[in-house]
Structure formats: structure tokens, C-alpha cells
């Protein structure tokens, strides 16, 4: 299957310090991608969806200031928590959709844990 | 309306037996259907997927059944093996405002015995 590439894998930070999550797809081109936030033993909980050269468009409840989403180009997403705090210490997941055949592939996901 | 529901929420089977994992849904403007596996500390990888104009779809061991008028679809995993113990999840997709959405299941937590 196609891959999606996402980097850091995990990240430990400060408290009040911001981090940046990058996904990328390597071999499509990605028109949409999407953000998750995995608690444990629990479901995929989609943040945002990102189209590329155009603004993320927000689920209900997710503060758009704190995860600032920026979708460049059609390979590459980048997710930003900013002023990390330890209730945003979580699992981060993105999804990229291949335009070809409509499958949704994810990334490895990124640990982040904030001190 | 655009919710998914599985079941059931964890799964225990034999090695060598078969594991199945059901879903429903509500939304028929779902037009897309794919089965996740996950295991700890990884991101979901797809297994399978079906369109709902089919109603059966095999890939090797797994295989998934589509019944469009009960609005159910159910992923079977033939042969478990221990290495298939992980979190299934059921989606459907949907298209909303001109963009792209694909609604998870709860998950299953599937553990083959060996």
C-alpha cells in the first residue's frame, strides 16, 4: 500500500513550548489529509481536515489557534501544538487520502508528551 | 446519522479459528468501506476495503461481507493467527461539503490465543 510518512515518532517537551508533527505522502499526491488524536484504547478522534492550499476545517470542540494545521503542498501537512500542556500529551495520527483509488492511508503516529 | 457502530469491543479466538468483527451503519450516502489494524504504538494500517455495489471482498485471510440493505458490514479473519492479535477498526467514508470524511468504529481488540 501506499505510505504515509510521519515524523517525530515520539517528542517529549516543555510546557508551554510548541511542537511540530510533520506527515508526508510518499508516493501519492495528497489533495486532503487528516489530523487524529488517539487516547488510549479508544478510537481514532478526528481533529481537522486539511486541504491542500487552503485553510483546515475544524471539528467541534478542537481550538484552531492551539493546533494550527498547514497543508503546503500535496505532500506534506504539518500539525502544530502550540503552548503545550500536559492535557495535550497524547497519540497524533495523520491520515493522507489517495485521490486514485480513495483509500486513506495513516502515518506512524507521534507520542507527544508534554512536562 | 454518521456514526458507525462495531462490535464487539473485544474479541478472543483459537489459533486457527475465525475471528469476526461487525458493523452498521446508518448514513446510505457512505460510499466506502475500509478495515484498520492496529497494533500498539502504531499508527492504522489498512487491511481491505469494499464499495457497496459488492457484497463479498476476499484478500488471503481476510474477507469482508457487505449486506447494503441491513446497512452492516462485517470483517472475517480466517486462520487467526496469534500475530493478527491487534485493535480492528471498521470506517465508512463520506463526502461533506465537498470534502472527504471517514468515520471510525469504537475498535475491537482482538486476541488469538496460541
Known amino acids: 500500500g501506499a505510505v504515509v510518512s510521519q515524523h517525530p515518532s515520539w517528542v517529549i517537551c516543555k510546557s508551554g513550548t510548541s511542537v511540530k508533527i510533520e506527515c508526508r505522502s510518499l508516493?501519492?499526491?495528497?489533495?486532503?489529509m487528516f489530523w487524529y488524536r488517539q487516547f488510549p484504547k479508544q478510537s481514532l478522534m478526528l481533529m481537522a481536515t486539511s486541504n491542500e492550499g487552503s485553510k483546515a476545517t475544524y471539528e467541534q470542540g478542537v481550538e484552531k489557534d492551539k493546533f494550527l494545521i498547514n497543508h503546503a503542498s500535496l505532500t506534506l501537512s504539518t500539525l502544530t501544538v502550540t503552548s503545550a500542556h500536559p492535557e495535550d500529551s497524547s497519540f497524533y495520527i495523520c491520515?493522507?487520502?489517495?485521490?486514485?483509488?480513495?483509500?486513506?492511508?495513516f502515518g506512524q503516529g507521534t507520542r507527544l508528551t508534554v512536562v | 446519522q454518521q456514526q458507525v457502530k462495531q462490535s464487539p469491543q473485544s474479541l478472543i479466538v483459537q489459533k486457527g479459528g475465525i475471528s469476526i468483527i461487525n458493523c452498521a451503519y446508518e448514513n446510505t450516502a457512505f460510499d466506502y468501506f475500509p478495515w484498520y489494524q492496529q497494533f500498539p504504538g502504531k499508527g492504522p494500517a489498512l487491511l481491505i476495503a469494499i464499495r457497496p455495489d459488492v457484497s463479498e471482498k476476499k484478500e488471503g485471510r481476510f474477507t469482508i461481507s457487505f449486506n447494503k440493505s441491513a446497512k452492516q458490514f462485517s470483517l472475517h479473519i480466517m486462520d487467526s493467527q496469534p500475530g493478527d492479535s491487534a485493535t480492528y477498526f471498521c470506517?465508512?467514508?463520506?463526502?461533506?461539503?465537498?470534502?472527504?470524511?471517514?468515520?471510525f468504529g469504537t475498535g475491537t481488540r482482538l486476541k488469538v490465543l496460541a
Open positions: 491520515s493522507a487520502r489517495d485521490p486514485g483509488g480513495g483509500e486513506a492511508f
Open positions: 470506517a465508512a467514508s463520506i463526502i461533506t461539503s465537498g470534502t472527504y470524511k471517514y468515520i
Open positions: 508516493d501519492f499526491q495528497a489533495t486532503t
